[in-house]
């Protein structure tokens, strides 16, 4: 009787290295496994061009690799077990594509609001990011309205719903840019990155030093003590962002939604973090990359040979007791 194979999930640097080396011993490493991959994964090859992007399909397609369908807004996700579509990747990915065609405007203007605290789009203000993220999901709506009509379905209900959903989205754009103007005093030099960390006398490397267990607790406490602007009444979990969220009036945040806030807190204190963040390409990269420590939560293994990134999510997954091994597969190779 053959064993189940533990299932791993793929870093996108991983799948870099495949193409880039075509190494047969990689192969017969993963093969150990079930490889799956998830839209994240679709939605980098996604920003490749058409021919470099089957590429990576291809990969996936020689690696025998399924396809992840996760709770990823589950409070209880890690206790779930996702499911595995073995379908072809190519049929996936023209899927993936095809629903996502009108998603890209939404998650740039997400990503824009993200990027202005790490120096990034200098030459839009919150203002400007905000009312272009009304102006698309407004879009979004009426196209939505506009398709059911053509498929004769019943609009009425559906038409007051995105109302509604319009109104709160201007109401709680108003709630964070009332506080951010209270804060900033030059948006075009805004950096709260930098600010945050010019605040206190802890390097990159003090940090990048803690080691062991309990590292997301060594590092609150580490910064706690090094920064006067923190008082030590702020506990763990506001820390992170993980306790409760005041302006979505949220009593519980989902993990996926903890695992998220955490690299981002991690990678704005300094914790190995992603370089050159104020520009598109990595800042994008970076994105991605907390995605992907959310889609790697559901699987046995998660493999990435990025070790500003393992270490990250290594932190983020003990303290959230995620029970998933974090694994460098070109140290597999060398043992081999």
Not at 42 to 60: A, H, P
Not at 81 to 107: A, G, H, M, Q, T
Not at 168 to 184: A, D, P, R
Not at 247 to 254: A, F, K, N, T
């Amino acid at each position: 009787m053959n064993a189940v194979k533990k299932s791993a999930y793929l870093d996108q640097n991983v799948l870099v290295y495949i193409v880039d080396h075509a190494d047969t011993e990689f192969f017969q490493v993963l093969d150990k496994y079930t490889v799956v991959y998830s839209d994240e994964t679709l939605c980098e090859i996604r920003r490749y061009d058409e021919v470099d992007g089957l590429k990576y399909i291809q990969v996936l397609e020689n690696l025998d690799a399924k396809y992840m369908v996760a709770g990823l807004f589950r409070k209880d996700f890690p206790q779930l077990k996702p499911n595995f579509v073995d379908k072809p990747p190519i049929e996936i990915y023209r899927n993936y594509c095809y629903l996502n065609k009108d998603k890209n405007e939404v998650s740039e203007n997400l990503a824009e609001f993200s990027h202005k605290f790490y120096g990034g789009k200098r030459d839009k203000s919150f203002k400007d990011i905000f009312s272009k993220g009304e102006s698309n999901l407004s879009d979004i709506f009426d196209n939505l309205l506009n398709d059911m009509k053509d498929l004769s379905m019943g609009t009425e209900y559906f038409s007051s719903v995105f109302e509604i959903l319009k109104e709160e989205n201007i109401k709680v754009n108003s709630k964070i840019l009332k506080n951010l103007n209270g804060s900033i005093e030059n948006e075009s030099e805004y950096d709260a990155v930098n600010d945050f960390r010019s605040s206190f006398s802890l390097s990159s490397n003090e940090l990048n030093n803690i080691t062991g267990n309990n590292v997301a607790f060594k590092i609150w406490k580490t910064v706690i003590e090094k920064n006067n602007k923190i008082t030590d009444s702020i506990s763990i979990e506001q820390f992170f962002g993980i306790d409760v969220d005041s302006v979505y009036g949220l009593d519980e945040i989902s993990i996926s939604e903890k695992i998220i806030r955490m690299y981002n807190m991690l990678n704005f204190i300094g914790y190995y973090p992603d370089q050159k963040l104020h520009l598109d390409g990595k800042f994008i990269s970076s994105t991605s990359d907390s995605t992907h420590a959310v889609m790697g939560a559901h699987a046995d293994v998660l493999f990435t040979i990025d070790k500003r990134f393992a270490r990250k999510i290594e932190a983020i997954y003990e303290y959230l007791n995620i029970k998933v091994e974090v694994i460098n597969p070109l140290k597999i190779l060398k043992a081999v």
